[in-house]
């Protein structure tokens, strides 16, 4: 394969044994394949059945997803991306017909929700829409709701919620955005015909500034930031003594006559780091009743079961796609699995996914372990600085392992470790950073009057009191907070703020039996770990 720009500009198509493309904004050329290889196994027709079920998907909603991947070009390799985080969702669901490999077990399966050779309708799975270190926001489908609808299953505390009450339910901050996905079905036709795919964006700052304003306006948002894009139907409703933000596209209401109804949604939150743009990993939410609404949504299509869609990516016999496996003796494959970064440490501490790393000394190592290889692609763990295509230091697994020895990265800059399988980036875990800046250290921590011992596993004998740090260290102009993390994640369940060396969080309350991680974050990357602590047999 090669690149360049032809002399009269971008090519496509073939010219005798080359073909042209574009993509990512280069010109492409590769050799023209003239003999492609077709096993003719029944695993191969469902990995094309996958493959169109998810590019379906994602045709329907690249306006979102061709950007909704963190650490991924936008456009192709945004795509990719989607297509194989979706098709390993499928593979997984799968199982049992894959690991079998036998034709009739495939062909005859009544797995359901799988597109045909010919389908132009989306078929409504949970397709994961977006993946990135940002805590993802939990929605579900309100049934049991007096006009039922899709909500943030988040408690706001209160029914009529101001911008700074939806920011503290959902531990994000000022300037964070919300992006409310819907899909519709058009149930005028026999089988479901889906009318598209709508999105808004709802920027979490008032266009005044003031984060005390109520957030909602009747069904609108209030005092709207002009960044704001779309128009979706908002509402709070009552639960259990519980208050919880609902969402809805104005096209897509099905009480005003059933006609475009509201088949599956979600919500990304993105925020701006620099010049990254941090995502959650999302997934849609397909509604709990799409078979039958008051006699409406039957869009169960007798064509979308996966033998179904297998067999009509066959041909007649004389085709080069007969499936030739009379008698059950199907080729058996391998499930696709997602090659992943795992067990990454720099300077023996652990790189938890999603989270970073501030360093005080950049002579160090980094070593890598990762799963889902093959033994036909070359892996390599690299570091990239925030927005850059190329690596600063790389180094090639071996046996599953990599070592970048003295990395020797640069005082104030961000760097992603990245996987790269045959040179694509196909995982991110997470980003270090090395600063020379006075070190801050975590010196005392307490719970309730009770002294936490560092680096224990701490029994607390009850989770409602207050956790209070003591730090010494540390420079002007950075934000130091305490917080508490389960062990081995990256994102906050608490956090506060130090000020003149101390903090304090009001905890409230936290899950019983979990082991939380206490941690200092400075400007949000952890620079020390103190201790664990959990709670056992209740307050």
């Known amino acids: 394969m090669s690149k360049g720009n032809l002399f009269l500009g971008y090519g496509r198509g073939a010219v005798g ?69 979706n098709i390993a969702m499928f593979r997984e669901q799968l199982s049992v017909e894959i690991n079998s490999g036998d034709v009739d077990e495939i062909l005859g399966s009544a797995s359901n929700n799988f597109a045909s050779s010919t389908a132009s309708l989306v ?38 919620p101001t911008y700074a009450d939806v920011l503290a339910a959902l531990n994000l901050v000022s300037g964070d955005q919300l992006t409310f996905l819907g899909l519709s079905c058009d149930d005028r036709q026999e089988g479901g015909q889906f009318n598209g795919f709508e999105y808004a964006r709802v920027i979490l700052e008032p266009a005044s500034g003031d984060i005390t304003e109520p957030f909602l306006s009747d069904a609108s948002i209030n005092d709207p930031n002009d960044r704001n894009r779309g128009e979706f139907q908002f509402g709070i409703v009552a639960k259990d003594g519980a208050y919880y933000l609902t969402f809805c596209p104005t096209s897509m209401d099905e009480a005003a006559g059933v006609i475009n109804a509201y ?35 039957q869009w169960d299509h007798g064509t979308d079961y996966l033998g179904d869609a297998c067999q009509s990516f066959m ?35 652990a790189l938890v996914r999603g989270g970073s790393l501030l360093l005080r000394n950049n002579a160090v190592d980094l070593v890598a372990g990762m799963t889902n290889g093959n033994n036909e692609s070359t892996y390599v763990v690299a570091l990239r600085a925030a927005g850059s295509t190329t690596n600063f230091k790389e180094a090639t697994f ?33 980003t270090i950073l090395y ?72 905890t409230g309350s936290w899950d019983d039996a979990v082991h939380y991680d206490v941690v200092l974050l400075a400007d949000d990357v952890v620079v020390d770990t103190f201790a664990q602590v959990y709670t056992q047999g209740g307050d």
């Open 123 to 160: 078929e409504m799975n949970p397709y994961q829409v977006s993946e990135g270190s940002l805590k993802r926001v939990p929605v579900a489908w309100g049934s049991a709701f007096a006009t039922p609808t899709f909500y943030i299953d988040v408690d706001l505390a209160t029914e009529v």
């Open 315 to 349: 041909s007649s016999e004389s085709s080069l796609l007969y499936l030739n496996q009379a008698g059950g003796s199907g080729k058996r494959g391998v499930p696709i699995a997602v090659p992943r970064l795992s067990a990454v440490a720099v300077d023996d501490r």
């Open 263 to 297: 088949a599956a949604a979600t919500c990304i939150v993105s925020r701006s780091n620099g010049q990254i743009w941090q995502r959650s990993t999302q997934f849609l939410v397909v509604r709990s009743d799409i078979i039958s609404v008051g006699g409406h949504l």
């Open 17 to 85: 044994d080359l073909v042209f493309y574009h993509q990512d904004g280069e010109q492409i050329a590769r050799a023209r394949n003239r003999n492609p290889k077709n096993p003719q196994t029944a695993l191969q027709l469902l990995q094309r059945v996958v493959l169109k079920t998810s590019s379906l998907a994602f045709s329907l909603m690249q306006d979102i997803c061709n950007h909704s991947f963190q650490g991924f070009a936008e456009g192709t390799a945004c795509q990719s991306r989607f297509n194989k985080l």
């Open 435 to 506: 600063s020379e800046a006075s070190e801050a250290t975590l010196t005392a921590v307490t719970c309730g009057g009770e002294a936490v011992v560092r680096s224990t596993n701490h029994l607390i004998m009850g989770n409602t009191f207050p956790i209070i740090g003591t730090k010494t260290g540390g420079e002007a102009g950075v934000t130091y907070k305490l917080a508490l993390r389960v062990h081995g994640q990256s994102t906050n369940v608490l956090s506060a703020t130090f000020a003149n060396n101390t903090a304090t969080i009001q």
């Open 398 to 430: 071996t046996s599953s392992q990599a070592r970048i020895a003295n990395i020797g990265i640069v005082d104030g800059t961000t760097y992603s470790v990245v996987l790269l399988e045959d040179g694509e980036v196909v995982d991110t875990i997470g």
